[in-house]
């Protein structure tokens, strides 16, 4: 509420049931969080780093001291007590056992690992001893009448393939002209590897396509991917790829420039190579902790307030300035700024008399892995899920430029646009609503996307990208707090509608358009037939548990239920979300496909009519 005529204000509090008090956030304290989270001595806060557990501390020690409760009836004289502790996956780490030698024709040859060949975390561990086939590009590709899997039996072997596609510096190319499509990315070329039954790829850079530039190992841990993809997948020096095809009587440089010319495969056995290779990666898991505390109110109802407070450490895959990996990504704006904001927001309620429905301050770790702390904690919440209303996420709220705002998932409550008509952010702040102009789809970018996956309803605070987003140069000196102090006044007032309306805000769900982790530009043909699940990101061990399936959908139609885990579509295995998000993509509206799912220690077949997605 803004300080309009006491008069009015005092009308209002005496008739409206909400007892509405501006907040007043102060932006030294707001910024005092900001510079002690973002500072050399935190390190950039990488989830599994002794620096993120300092700052939890911190947080659990604000927590603590605003007189607020821990979760699961603790002592709150014990700052620990606010911290909840989980399970990170770190992403994979080399074991002592990757090897691999090969013989052709000759004695054999051993590959050093880091200089010669380098597994990818998303390989599959394990043993293989056997043939390896030459296949081009590894591309199948329908549309372009490419394949290069024609006329060759990949069973069980190693497929030898380049990097990139074909015709990569040609305008006219019907892969997408000189910009790469999506058959480039290692995914596509790791599941058509897969469902042509190969046991494993190994890829080299196509350097005939690129003379002058090195012929470089792709660093562990530098793409992304499934745990474990199901098949090998490591790289080799391309040098040693001529010296198999010379053996051959062929010439790999050769062969690229001919598959290049007319776009035909010159796909074919390496029949004097043996390959022994063994791959070992370590998935390193630690403890680590999400920091919560609770404000009560006079119902068993809550509104959650949350923020992710780790980063990127020294720098990893994530960074956006690859040549300053080691140095410090303070993450001040990615998101000390977001952090600091729940701390004050939970200062101001906690002094605040008590509200309707309680209020429960969340920060989140390993979200730059993945959403890691908000998924554990949806799935192993501290209390009944069902009882939380909205759940409010702060993420990057520090650099607000020329007043803009952005606020996102508006629609997903039934009440949120009329909170949002009634509540006026101060000026000189204005909102862009839904953050659509902002161009980029915001929908699964943060925590809320965990929430949201539990049917609650969600708000998104966002103050917009820039220059220094996930770089060292995001640092506190350039967090306009008196901005952000403001943008708190106003979520301050939204969660106190949230908490004190009585009209609770029912969950609508809103069309999302994407429908698995598929990276690296262009889909080819979209998304494929609709089906009708929610995938839960928390991959099980193997199959895709579905978090919901919509109502009226393929899948319900078909009887499926929440909980469910597929592990067949269509007579191909499922391991994992990828291997559905491409199975589905290779479906097609009108088709039925006869699915596997385990229900408990049950496994049920239904029969799928996929339509089109809408
Ligand atoms: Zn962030
Ligand atoms: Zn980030």
Known sequence: MQPASRK??????????????????????????VKYLASPQLKGRATGSPEIEKAATYIAGQFRSFGLQPLGGKSATDAKNFELAFPAELGAKLGPNNTFSYRNGKPRETLREGQA??????????????????????????????DDYAGIDVKDK????????????????????????????????????????????????????????????????????????????VQMKEETAEAWLRAEGRDLRQIAKDIDSDLKPRSFDLAKVQVDLSVDLIHEIKTVHNVAAYLPGKTSEYVIIGAHYDHLGLGDEHSLAPNQIGAIHPGADDNASGTAGVIELARWFSKQPQPQRGILFMTFAGEELGLLGSNWYV??????????????????IGRVQNGHVFVSGAQTGSTFAKILDEVKLPAPLWIDESGKSSGTDMSDASDHASFASKQIPIMFFFSGLHADYHKPSDT?????????????????????????????????????????????????????????????????????????????????????????????????????????????????AGDTVLVKVLRGDQTIEAKVLLTERR
């Open 8 to 33: 009015i204000a005092t009308w209002v509090l005496a008739l409206c049931p909400l007892a509405l008090i501006a907040a007043d956030v102060q932006p030294d304290e707001y910024l005092a969080h």
């Open 117 to 146: 060949f380098v597994p990818f975390t998303f390989s599959t561990n394990g043993k293989f001893h056997g043939q390896v086939v030459f296949a081009g590009y590894g591309i199948t590709a329908k549309e372009h009448n490419y």
């Open 158 to 233: 190693l497929v030898l393939i380049l990097r990139h596609e074909p015709q990569e510096h040609n305008e006219k190319s019907v892969f997408g002209g000189k910009r790469l499509t999506s058959h480039a990315t290692f995914i596509d070329k790791m599941m058509e590897a897969k469902n042509h039954g190969a046991r494993g790829v190994i890829l080299v850079n196509d350097t005939p396509a690129h003379a002058g530039s090195e012929d470089k190992l792709e660093k562990l841990g530098s793409s992304g991917g499934p745990r474990d993809a199901g098949i090998f997948f």
């Open 379 to 396: 799935n192993h919440p501290g209390l009944p899920i069902e009882n939380a209303v909205a759940m409010l996420n702060l993420d990057m």
């Open 476 to 588: 506190p000196d350039k967090i306009d707090s008196a901005d952000a102090a403001k943008l708190l006044d106003y979520v301050a007032e939204i969660a106190t509608h949230l908490a004190d309306d009585p009209d609770r805000p029912k969950y609508v769900r809103v069309a999302r358009p994407s429908a698995g982790p598929v990276s690296g530009g262009s889909a080819r043909s979209g998304y494929g037939p609709d089906f009708g699940s929610i995938p839960d990101f928390n991959e099980p061990p193997k199959g895709v548990r579905f978090a919901d399936v919509r109502e009226g959908s393929p899948a319900a139609k078909a009887g499926l239920k929440p909980g469910d885990i597929m592990i067949e579509f269509g007579g191909k295995a499922i391991g994992n979300l990828y291997d559905f998000t491409y199975a589905l993509r290779d479906s097609k």
